[in-house]
């Protein structure tokens, strides 16, 4: 199964918005609800910021938003902070019964 | 809260077996509400899923490492593990066991190395 296809890097100014994109195809990101969206600081566990497209666990800021169209996956960060800068990953269920990442993406606040 | 915690060698041979315990708390192995996986991610690198087992006893993996993965659970312990056979220096990575979709543990670095 190959990687779902993300921007290597993604940057901002504090307070702008950005948006970061996964690209899969109709066997996974195109065929499901199931597409999550993680954030990891260097060094520690990537933690969990969008499950299901769009819904947020408990706990993880209401700046962060995820949508789907096609087979394409966003994850939206308003209000961009410091504490934002990190790497996001998404994920999505596939029609194997299996998962699979995406790339990365590095997002850089300005 | 759900909390994960993996164990195993840090150090392991080429040819020879990767096996990794994930002791969960605040949850059940035994229930339907997770699928107990393992992500692992080579230094520097992005994230690859592993694999995963259902409650029922279902288990999937990654097709590229299919034919040396074996994820099992065991009930009495409330535990759950991979075992990565003939590996290679390629295997070296953080390994995370996972109660996906939601919980993360702190992840254990596995050298490949003789």
């Known amino acids: 199964q190959s990687a779902l296809t993300q921007a290597a890097s993604v940057s901002g100014s504090p307070g702008q918005s950005i948006t970061i994109s996964c690209t899969g195809t109709?066997?996974?990101?195109?065929?499901?609800?199931?597409v999550s969206w993680y954030q990891q600081h260097p060094g520690k566990a990537p933690q969990l910021m969008i499950y299901?497209?769009?819904d947020r666990p408990s706990g993880v800021s209401n700046r962060f938003s995820g949508s789907k169209s096609g087979n394409t996956a966003s994850l939206t960060i308003s209000g961009l902070q410091a504490e934002d800068e990190a790497d996001y990953y998404c994920s999505s269920y596939t029609s194997s019964s299996t998962y699979v990442f995406g790339t990365g993406t590095k997002v850089t606040v300005l | 809260q759900v909390q994960l915690q993996e164990s195993g060698p840090g150090l392991v041979k080429p040819s020879q077996t990767l096996s990794l315990t994930c002791t969960v708390s605040g949850a059940s192995v035994s229930s339907g509400t997770y699928y107990w996986s393992w992500v692992r991610q080579h230094p520097g690198k992005g994230l690859e899923w592993i694999g995963y087992?259902?409650?029922?006893?279902?288990?999937y993996s990654n097709p590229s490492l299919k034919s040396r993965v074996t994820i099992s659970v065991d009930t009495s312990k409330n535990q759950f593990s991979l075992r990565l056979t003939s590996v290679t220096a390629a295997d070296t990575a953080v390994y995370y066991c996972?109660?996906?979709?939601?919980?993360w543990g702190q992840g254990s670095l596995v050298t490949v190395t003789s």
């Open positions: 299901e497209v769009s």
């Open positions: 996972v109660a996906w979709d939601g919980y």
């Open positions: 109709s066997s996974d990101v195109g065929a499901y609800k199931y």
């Open positions: 087992v259902h409650y029922g006893g279902n288990t």
